[in-house]
């Protein structure tokens, strides 16, 4: 038999070393177990436990009745047939119901209507509410990526769009076909960034189309109204509405899925979140360089 150049058949050949993959194959890692205890979790004493059936106590269908409207919807659409009109109520008042009132008002007349809002998912909300409401035809949307019905009487869009609108107009030299111009969301107009686009709206817009504002959070309401009243040489009624009329209730809900009320008997922070807060304080903290 030949003589490899290695001598005998295969002395010296550099040998495989198979023992790694199956050592791996022996010793096969595991998934590691949790990086810390988990805690006990305490039962809730029965006085918090009272605490909780209060918070919850009254939640849950109300009971149908007959829809009647609130002294501040009549006053906003008793003053909208002849000024522009500012409303400050909480959400869940019925802001919204004064808009679809005036518009079912100047539907039959003819009269161009602008609903607009800041957010394109709102104003693809109300579109949708508005067509449910006063009929496909009757409802248009513009907004940076749609564009539908453009010619109907109400016009569903961004504010952005509407100002857009006056600024065409003013170069143009024509008019924007509108009687009436409902501004969802009127706080805007403080936001740093988009704030302007509500200035320029307001007031470009000529004094004999009627400004409807509606906002559950604009503070300073009447010198908000005093400065549209200056810009556009108009009168201005603010409108608020009374207290909240579904109520707010805030809880924490514990990472073992306990309840607890945020504020106790006495109206103040219920101090048996404390041990939650001292729990995240001795958890992981982000290291600053």
Known sequence: MPRSKYGDRGRGRPKRDRSGPQRERRNKRHFAGESSRPEPVAAQTPRQIRAVERLLSGI???????????????????????????????????????AREEIRRLLPLGKRIWYTTPLKALTNSKYAEFQAAFGAENIGILTGDRKENSTAPVIVGTTEIYRNQLFDALREGGQVDAELVILDEAHYLSDEERGHVWEEAIILSPARIRLLLLSATVGKAEEFAAWIGEVRGTSVRVIKAGPRPVELRAAYLSADLQLFPLFGEDGNYNRDLDRFSKRRDHGFRRKRF
């Open 60 to 98: 849950g269908v109300p009971e149908q009745r007959p829809f009647e409207p609130d002294p501040f919807q009549l006053e906003a659409l008793a003053a909208i047939e002849r000024e522009d009109v500012l409303v400050t109520a909480p959400t869940g008042s019925g802001k919204t119901w004064i």
